[in-house]
């Protein structure tokens, strides 16, 4: 089995920063995508940035220039800087990975894992 842990998360003023971590453990196989997620309270989940296997990185549109997301495969560990935060970034963050994991008899199966989240509350 695969576990995520987040960590990072707390309470900040607007325009502070913030570091997110995510570490894989577990029966990893390899990992494709490493993305983070947020949920304010009642709204919906989104996607906020990702990472390919190979370094390749996408944001939500109101974090471009904010937000960095980077990796260490050596460490199966994802992380998000978060700079110049504001009030509206508030909200549980979710790491998500997906890849392979180890499964009996050598043979490999797929692996889509979420995080317990970590709160981020930016004050005006």
């Known amino acids: 089995q695969v576990q995520l842990v987040e960590s990072g998360g707390g309470l900040v003023q607007a325009g502070g920063s913030l570091r997110l971590a995510c570490e894989a453990s577990?029966?990893?196989?390899?990992?494709?995508?490493m993305d983070w997620y947020r949920q304010a309270p009642g709204k919906q989940r989104e996607l906020v940035a990702g990472?390919?296997?190979?370094?390749?990185?996408k944001y939500k549109d109101s974090v471009e220039g904010r937000f960095t997301i980077s990796r260490d495969n050596a460490k199966n560990t994802a992380y998000l800087e978060m700079n110049s935060l504001k009030p509206e970034d508030t909200g549980v963050y979710y790491c998500?990975?997906?890849?392979?994991?180890?499964?009996?008899?050598?043979?490999?199966?797929?692996?889509?894992?979420w995080g317990n989240g970590t709160l981020v509350t930016v004050s005006s």
């Open positions: 998500y990975v997906d890849g392979l994991q180890h499964a009996a008899h050598g043979m490999r199966t797929g692996m889509r894992v």
């Open positions: 577990g029966s990893i196989y390899s990992v494709n995508d």
């Open positions: 990472i390919s296997s190979i370094g390749v990185s």
